[in-house]
Protein backbone atom coordinates (compact mmCIF):
# COMPACT_ATOMS: atom_id res chain seq x y z
CA UNK A 1 0.00 0.00 0.00
CA UNK A 2 3.07 2.68 0.80
CA UNK A 3 4.62 1.48 -2.53
CA UNK A 4 1.12 2.51 -4.46
CA UNK A 5 1.03 5.64 -2.41
CA UNK A 6 4.65 6.40 -3.34
CA UNK A 7 4.39 6.06 -7.12
CA UNK A 8 1.30 8.05 -6.90
CA UNK A 9 3.02 10.77 -5.60
CA UNK A 10 5.45 10.65 -7.74
CA UNK A 11 3.03 10.42 -10.58
CA UNK A 12 1.42 13.22 -9.44
CA UNK A 13 4.74 15.10 -9.29
CA UNK A 14 6.02 14.36 -12.57
CA UNK A 15 2.23 15.76 -14.43
CA UNK A 16 2.32 18.81 -12.15
CA UNK A 17 5.91 19.88 -13.54
CA UNK A 18 4.65 18.54 -17.23
CA UNK A 19 2.32 20.84 -16.68
CA UNK A 20 4.02 23.91 -15.30
CA UNK A 21 7.01 23.49 -18.12
CA UNK A 22 4.49 23.80 -20.77
CA UNK A 23 1.12 25.11 -19.77
CA UNK A 24 -0.04 26.91 -23.41
CA UNK A 25 0.03 23.59 -25.16
CA UNK A 26 -2.32 22.21 -22.51
CA UNK A 27 -5.64 23.81 -23.18
CA UNK A 28 -6.62 24.48 -26.54
CA UNK A 29 -8.60 21.44 -27.36
CA UNK A 30 -10.33 20.72 -24.52
CA UNK A 31 -11.29 24.83 -24.38
CA UNK A 32 -13.26 24.48 -27.28
CA UNK A 33 -15.51 22.07 -25.09
CA UNK A 34 -15.73 24.06 -22.28
CA UNK A 35 -15.50 27.54 -22.68
CA UNK A 36 -15.00 28.80 -19.40
CA UNK A 37 -11.41 27.34 -19.25
CA UNK A 38 -9.61 29.55 -17.22
CA UNK A 39 -6.81 29.12 -18.87
CA UNK A 40 -8.41 30.29 -22.17
CA UNK A 41 -9.42 33.49 -20.81
CA UNK A 42 -6.18 34.50 -19.62
CA UNK A 43 -4.65 33.26 -23.26
CA UNK A 44 -7.35 35.31 -24.88
CA UNK A 45 -6.30 38.56 -22.54
CA UNK A 46 -3.43 38.54 -23.56
CA UNK A 47 -1.35 37.08 -20.82
CA UNK A 48 2.02 35.32 -21.19
CA UNK A 49 3.34 32.20 -20.45
CA UNK A 50 5.06 33.08 -17.16
CA UNK A 51 1.56 34.50 -15.59
CA UNK A 52 -0.43 31.30 -17.01
CA UNK A 53 2.36 28.76 -15.43
CA UNK A 54 2.13 31.02 -12.33
CA UNK A 55 -1.65 30.71 -12.32
CA UNK A 56 -2.07 27.31 -13.02
CA UNK A 57 0.59 26.19 -10.28
CA UNK A 58 -1.72 28.70 -7.32
CA UNK A 59 -4.54 26.61 -9.03
CA UNK A 60 -2.86 23.34 -8.39
CA UNK A 61 -1.83 24.33 -4.97
CA UNK A 62 -5.31 25.18 -3.66
CA UNK A 63 -6.77 21.47 -4.10
CA UNK A 64 -6.56 19.17 -0.64
CA UNK A 65 -5.25 16.34 -1.51
CA UNK A 66 -8.43 14.24 -2.21
CA UNK A 67 -8.71 16.20 -5.14
CA UNK A 68 -5.50 14.89 -6.61
CA UNK A 69 -6.25 11.41 -5.61
CA UNK A 70 -9.84 11.69 -7.47
CA UNK A 71 -7.51 13.13 -10.87
CA UNK A 72 -4.87 10.44 -10.05
CA UNK A 73 -7.30 7.39 -10.02
CA UNK A 74 -10.33 8.44 -12.50
CA UNK A 75 -8.06 10.08 -15.36
CA UNK A 76 -5.08 8.73 -16.99
CA UNK A 77 -4.44 11.98 -19.32
CA UNK A 78 -2.34 14.80 -17.84
CA UNK A 79 -4.21 17.13 -20.01
CA UNK A 80 -7.46 16.63 -18.90
CA UNK A 81 -6.54 16.19 -14.90
CA UNK A 82 -5.39 20.00 -15.34
CA UNK A 83 -8.73 20.86 -16.94
CA UNK A 84 -10.54 19.14 -14.04
CA UNK A 85 -8.22 21.05 -11.83
CA UNK A 86 -8.62 24.66 -12.94
CA UNK A 87 -12.25 23.69 -13.27
CA UNK A 88 -12.31 22.72 -9.61
CA UNK A 89 -10.62 26.06 -8.28
CA UNK A 90 -12.95 28.02 -10.33
CA UNK A 91 -16.22 26.66 -9.00
CA UNK A 92 -15.44 25.71 -5.47
CA UNK A 93 -16.29 21.94 -5.84
CA UNK A 94 -15.15 19.41 -3.56
CA UNK A 95 -13.38 16.02 -3.81
CA UNK A 96 -17.12 14.17 -4.09
CA UNK A 97 -18.13 16.56 -6.84
CA UNK A 98 -15.27 16.40 -8.78
CA UNK A 99 -15.22 13.08 -8.83
CA UNK A 100 -18.47 12.75 -9.60
CA UNK A 101 -18.20 14.86 -12.72
CA UNK A 102 -15.10 13.38 -13.68
CA UNK A 103 -17.41 9.95 -14.05
CA UNK A 104 -20.10 11.83 -15.65
CA UNK A 105 -17.76 13.34 -18.32
CA UNK A 106 -18.36 16.90 -17.97
CA UNK A 107 -15.80 17.84 -20.15
CA UNK A 108 -17.47 16.23 -22.75
CA UNK A 109 -20.86 17.80 -22.52
CA UNK A 110 -20.20 21.37 -20.70
CA UNK A 111 -21.51 24.10 -22.64
CA UNK A 112 -22.92 21.50 -25.63
CA UNK A 113 -26.45 22.35 -25.85
CA UNK A 114 -27.83 23.83 -29.34
CA UNK A 115 -28.30 27.28 -28.78
CA UNK A 116 -29.35 30.73 -30.44
CA UNK A 117 -27.48 32.58 -27.56
CA UNK A 118 -25.06 33.91 -30.05
CA UNK A 119 -27.67 36.36 -31.94
CA UNK A 120 -30.43 36.51 -29.08
CA UNK A 121 -28.25 38.06 -26.62
CA UNK A 122 -25.33 40.33 -26.06
CA UNK A 123 -22.23 38.52 -26.61
CA UNK A 124 -20.84 38.87 -22.84
CA UNK A 125 -24.41 37.19 -22.00
CA UNK A 126 -24.93 34.54 -24.79
CA UNK A 127 -21.24 33.07 -23.48
CA UNK A 128 -21.96 32.65 -20.13
CA UNK A 129 -25.47 31.53 -20.77
CA UNK A 130 -23.67 28.66 -23.56
CA UNK A 131 -21.09 27.55 -20.53
CA UNK A 132 -24.52 26.95 -18.16
CA UNK A 133 -25.72 24.30 -20.48
CA UNK A 134 -24.87 20.80 -20.97
CA UNK A 135 -25.36 18.42 -23.37
CA UNK A 136 -27.00 15.93 -22.35
CA UNK A 137 -28.19 16.48 -19.08
CA UNK A 138 -27.49 13.57 -16.82
CA UNK A 139 -29.98 12.29 -15.07
CA UNK A 140 -28.76 9.09 -13.81
CA UNK A 141 -29.26 10.02 -9.64
CA UNK A 142 -32.82 9.05 -10.87
CA UNK A 143 -32.26 5.42 -11.50
CA UNK A 144 -34.22 3.50 -14.45
CA UNK A 145 -36.52 5.93 -15.87
CA UNK A 146 -37.08 4.69 -19.07
CA UNK A 147 -40.78 4.66 -20.17
CA UNK A 148 -41.52 7.39 -17.47
CA UNK A 149 -43.62 10.61 -18.63
CA UNK A 150 -43.05 13.67 -18.56
CA UNK A 151 -44.66 14.34 -15.18
CA UNK A 152 -43.31 11.38 -13.66
CA UNK A 153 -39.80 12.58 -14.98
CA UNK A 154 -40.88 16.49 -13.59
CA UNK A 155 -41.55 15.29 -9.81
CA UNK A 156 -38.59 13.04 -9.49
CA UNK A 157 -36.30 15.83 -10.32
CA UNK A 158 -38.33 18.05 -7.70
CA UNK A 159 -37.71 15.70 -5.08
CA UNK A 160 -34.01 15.21 -6.15
CA UNK A 161 -34.09 18.99 -6.62
CA UNK A 162 -30.05 19.04 -4.96
CA UNK A 163 -28.76 16.88 -7.13
CA UNK A 164 -30.95 18.09 -10.30
CA UNK A 165 -28.99 21.79 -9.24
CA UNK A 166 -25.39 20.23 -9.15
CA UNK A 167 -26.34 18.87 -12.81
CA UNK A 168 -27.68 22.50 -14.07
CA UNK A 169 -24.32 24.06 -12.44
CA UNK A 170 -23.33 27.08 -10.08
CA UNK A 171 -25.59 29.72 -10.27
CA UNK A 172 -29.26 28.41 -10.45
CA UNK A 173 -31.59 28.47 -7.87
CA UNK A 174 -34.97 26.53 -7.79
CA UNK A 175 -38.07 28.95 -7.79
CA UNK A 176 -40.68 26.06 -8.51
CA UNK A 177 -42.73 23.29 -10.29
CA UNK A 178 -45.94 23.75 -12.49
CA UNK A 179 -45.47 27.27 -12.00
CA UNK A 180 -49.18 29.08 -12.90
CA UNK A 181 -49.29 31.48 -15.38
CA UNK A 182 -52.19 33.47 -16.07
CA UNK A 183 -52.77 35.41 -19.16
CA UNK A 184 -56.39 36.82 -20.60
CA UNK A 185 -58.66 34.41 -18.29
CA UNK A 186 -56.59 31.14 -19.63
CA UNK A 187 -53.93 29.40 -17.29
CA UNK A 188 -50.91 28.07 -18.43
CA UNK A 189 -48.30 25.90 -16.36
CA UNK A 190 -44.62 25.81 -16.89
CA UNK A 191 -42.87 22.36 -15.89
CA UNK A 192 -39.69 23.75 -14.05
CA UNK A 193 -38.84 27.66 -13.11
CA UNK A 194 -35.16 28.88 -11.74
CA UNK A 195 -33.28 32.06 -11.61
CA UNK A 196 -29.78 31.89 -12.57
CA UNK A 197 -28.17 34.18 -10.33
CA UNK A 198 -25.07 35.11 -12.21
CA UNK A 199 -27.16 35.76 -15.50
CA UNK A 200 -29.79 37.39 -13.63
CA UNK A 201 -32.59 35.83 -15.60
CA UNK A 202 -34.99 33.46 -14.89
CA UNK A 203 -35.11 30.06 -16.26
CA UNK A 204 -37.62 28.14 -18.03
CA UNK A 205 -37.25 23.79 -18.16
CA UNK A 206 -39.40 22.34 -20.24
CA UNK A 207 -38.90 18.57 -20.13
CA UNK A 208 -40.10 16.48 -22.96
CA UNK A 209 -40.07 12.04 -22.62
CA UNK A 210 -39.77 12.10 -26.75
CA UNK A 211 -38.03 13.40 -29.51
CA UNK A 212 -37.42 17.00 -30.08
CA UNK A 213 -40.15 18.30 -32.27
CA UNK A 214 -39.70 22.17 -33.25
CA UNK A 215 -43.82 22.75 -32.16
CA UNK A 216 -42.63 22.75 -28.49
CA UNK A 217 -40.68 25.86 -29.19
CA UNK A 218 -43.78 27.67 -29.74
CA UNK A 219 -45.15 26.56 -25.97
CA UNK A 220 -41.67 27.23 -24.71
CA UNK A 221 -41.97 30.69 -25.89
CA UNK A 222 -45.18 31.50 -24.79
CA UNK A 223 -44.00 30.76 -21.20
CA UNK A 224 -40.57 33.04 -21.56
CA UNK A 225 -42.95 36.11 -22.68
CA UNK A 226 -45.46 35.89 -20.22
CA UNK A 227 -42.68 35.39 -17.22
CA UNK A 228 -41.09 38.13 -18.66
CA UNK A 229 -44.36 40.78 -18.35
CA UNK A 230 -45.75 39.36 -15.15
CA UNK A 231 -43.12 38.20 -12.69
CA UNK A 232 -39.37 39.92 -14.09
CA UNK A 233 -38.67 42.80 -12.07
CA UNK A 234 -36.42 45.63 -12.86
CA UNK A 235 -33.13 44.69 -13.29
CA UNK A 236 -34.14 41.19 -14.54
CA UNK A 237 -32.62 40.60 -17.83
CA UNK A 238 -34.60 38.66 -20.57
CA UNK A 239 -35.87 35.05 -19.82
CA UNK A 240 -34.38 31.97 -20.86
CA UNK A 241 -35.98 29.01 -22.03
CA UNK A 242 -34.34 25.38 -22.16
CA UNK A 243 -36.26 22.41 -23.78
CA UNK A 244 -34.94 18.53 -22.31
CA UNK A 245 -36.12 16.40 -24.51
CA UNK A 246 -35.36 12.53 -24.81
CA UNK A 247 -33.47 12.59 -28.20
CA UNK A 248 -33.23 15.11 -30.64
CA UNK A 249 -32.12 15.88 -34.59
CA UNK A 250 -29.34 18.37 -34.40
CA UNK A 251 -29.47 19.70 -37.31
CA UNK A 252 -33.12 19.89 -37.11
CA UNK A 253 -32.90 21.78 -34.00
CA UNK A 254 -30.65 24.14 -35.16
CA UNK A 255 -32.91 25.52 -37.62
CA UNK A 256 -35.78 25.41 -35.78
CA UNK A 257 -33.80 27.92 -33.27
CA UNK A 258 -33.40 30.38 -35.81
CA UNK A 259 -36.47 31.39 -36.52
CA UNK A 260 -36.46 32.77 -32.25
CA UNK A 261 -35.52 36.16 -31.23
CA UNK A 262 -36.22 34.84 -27.35
CA UNK A 263 -32.86 33.03 -26.24
CA UNK A 264 -33.49 29.47 -26.13
CA UNK A 265 -31.59 25.48 -25.81
CA UNK A 266 -32.39 22.52 -26.93
CA UNK A 267 -30.71 19.75 -25.51
CA UNK A 268 -31.02 16.24 -24.63
CA UNK A 269 -31.14 14.41 -20.75
CA UNK A 270 -29.73 10.60 -20.08
CA UNK A 271 -29.84 8.51 -17.00
CA UNK A 272 -26.49 7.20 -18.14
CA UNK A 273 -23.49 8.40 -20.07
CA UNK A 274 -22.45 5.50 -22.69
CA UNK A 275 -19.29 4.15 -21.69
CA UNK A 276 -19.03 1.93 -24.96
CA UNK A 277 -15.52 1.39 -26.66
CA UNK A 278 -14.76 3.14 -29.63
CA UNK A 279 -15.92 1.10 -33.16
CA UNK A 280 -11.78 0.60 -34.10
CA UNK A 281 -12.06 -1.28 -30.36
CA UNK A 282 -15.33 -2.74 -30.76
CA UNK A 283 -14.56 -4.71 -34.09
CA UNK A 284 -11.74 -6.05 -32.91
CA UNK A 285 -13.20 -7.54 -30.34
CA UNK A 286 -14.96 -11.08 -30.28
CA UNK A 287 -18.53 -11.51 -29.97
CA UNK A 288 -20.73 -13.15 -27.93
CA UNK A 289 -21.25 -16.38 -30.54
CA UNK A 290 -17.69 -16.63 -31.29
CA UNK A 291 -16.63 -16.29 -27.31
CA UNK A 292 -19.41 -19.34 -26.99
CA UNK A 293 -18.17 -21.00 -30.22
CA UNK A 294 -14.47 -20.92 -28.73
CA UNK A 295 -15.19 -21.98 -25.36
CA UNK A 296 -17.39 -24.99 -26.78
CA UNK A 297 -14.68 -26.32 -29.12
CA UNK A 298 -12.32 -26.37 -25.99
CA UNK A 299 -14.44 -28.50 -23.39
CA UNK A 300 -14.98 -30.83 -26.53
CA UNK A 301 -10.94 -30.79 -27.29
CA UNK A 302 -10.89 -31.39 -23.47
Not at 69 to 89: M, Q
Not at 255 to 270: D, N, Q, R, S
Amino acid sequence: MQQNLRRRIQQLRRDHLAILAAPPRICPRLAQDAPRCPEKALGSAGVGTNALSAFVQRGVAQLPWRHHVALLEKLDSAELRLWYAAVAVERGWSGDVLALHIEGRFHERAGKAVTNFATAMPPEESDLAQQATRDPYLFDFLGAIEGWRERELEQKLVEHVGKFLLELGQGFAFVGEQVRLELDGEEFFCDLLFYHLELRCYVVVELKAVKFSAAYLGQLGLYMAVIDDILAKEGDRPTIGLLLCKNKNQVVAEYALKGFKAPIGVAEWTSAINKSLPEEFESALPSVAELEAELGSRVVDD
